[in-house]
């Protein structure tokens, strides 16, 4: 198993709809979550943080966490155009002894008008 | 404040050249980090320093070396390039303390083709 899973996709959401990305991880004494947004060509940028169980509003993005399930997801309400990209899925991992931030592979979305 | 910045932007090497990539961040962050994406891979960790002083291999350090030279600065050096190492390679900066993990702030990139 993967350290930090996700469907690579391409996951394709119509303009106004709700977006849903999904990530699984392995280390159940995990505490950083993060999703990060990537549009092509470019780097990473940080969107949402979550820590504890439960969910994390900011505008029209929702950081879901269930530690017991070792799940996170990530809802984008009201879907633009803008909002096509790479999200990647990022969790502190417990590697040799040492805590490492590990990503999954990344969703491609695509929002289309 | 720029950030993280690195240089070069692109880079088209031969088989076998070396070069350093160079990375800077002005945010005052003790950890840095070197990551290579590919295709389908996500971002794997290559090398990264908790602080100023030390360095740690990540998941594929293998073909490469690190300098922390400063606070400010983290170099990666390809020895002896091979067509394995085309990638794209981003610096990252973080606050981390103590093994704690924070956000990572991500340079622009560098394209490196190994010909």
């Known amino acids: 198993q993967k350290e930090v899973e996700q469907n690579s996709g391409p996951l394709s959401v119509p303009e106004g709809a709700i977006a849903s990305l999904n990530c699984t991880y392995s280390d159940r004494g995990s505490q950083s979550f993060f999703w990060y947004r990537q549009y092509s060509g470019k780097s990473p940028e940080l969107i949402m943080s979550i820590y504890s169980n439960g969910d994390k509003e900011d505008g029209r993005f929702t950081a879901q966490l269930n530690k017991a399930s070792q799940y996170v997801s990530l809802l984008i309400r009201d879907s633009q155009p803008s909002d096509s990209a790479t999200y990647l899925c990022a969790v502190n991992i417990l590697i040799q002894g040492a805590q490492k931030l590990v990503f999954g592979q990344g969703t491609r979305l695509t929002i289309n008008p | 404040n720029a950030g993280v910045t690195q240089t070069p932007k692109f880079q088209v090497l031969k088989t076998g050249q070396s070069m350093t990539l160079q990375c800077a961040q002005d945010m005052n962050h003790n950890s840095m980090y070197w990551y290579r994406q590919d295709p389908g891979m996500g971002l794997r960790l290559i090398y990264y320093?908790?602080?100023?002083?030390?360095?740690d291999k990540g998941e594929v350090p293998n073909g490469y070396n690190v300098s922390r030279l400063n606070k400010r600065e983290f170099s990666l050096r390809l020895e002896s390039a091979a067509p394995s190492q085309t990638s794209v390679y981003f610096c990252?900066?973080?606050?981390?303390?103590?093994?704690?993990?924070?956000?990572?702030?991500f340079g622009p990139g560098t394209r490196l083709l190994v010909l």
């Open positions: 990252a900066s973080s606050e981390a303390v103590g093994g704690g993990i924070e956000t990572q702030y």
């Open positions: 320093s908790a602080s100023e002083g030390t360095t």
